[in-house]
């Protein structure tokens, strides 16, 4: 069974940065691609950042140029920098392995103004 367990959220000041961390086990496949999405309060759950194994990577227009993702073996990891306010939520790892979707059980990250 797979298990995606994120870590690194918190309360961070406008401006400051966090890193995320999504460990990933239990695929005898490589997940590709892995993720990250974001929901909050009121919201709907919305694609944050992508990376496939070929190293490409897509990302929402609103973190472009702030936030970076990166793997490495079985972990993916997103650098927030430049955190806004409008960034508070809760981050979900996201893992596909041909036509399934795997979640991380979620880590909030609030920014405070």
């Known amino acids: 069974q797979v298990q995606l367990v994120e870590s690194g959220g918190g309360l961070v000041q406008a401006g400051g940065s966090l890193r995320l961390s999504c460990v990933a086990s239990?695929?005898?496949?490589?997940?590709?691609?892995m993720g990250w999405f974001r929901q909050a309060p009121g919201k709907q759950r919305e694609l944050v950042a992508t990376?496939?194994?070929?190293?490409s990577t897509f990302y929402a227009v609103s973190v472009k140029g702030r936030f970076t993702i990166s793997n490495a073996k079985n972990t993916v990891y997103l650098q927030m920098n430049s955190l806004k306010p409008e960034d508070t939520a809760v981050y979900y790892c996201n893992a596909k392995l041909l036509r399934y979707d795997f979640w991380g059980q979620g880590t909030q990250v609030t920014v405070s103004s």
């Open positions: 990376i496939n194994s070929r190293g």
């Open positions: 239990g695929s005898r496949s490589r997940l590709d691609p």
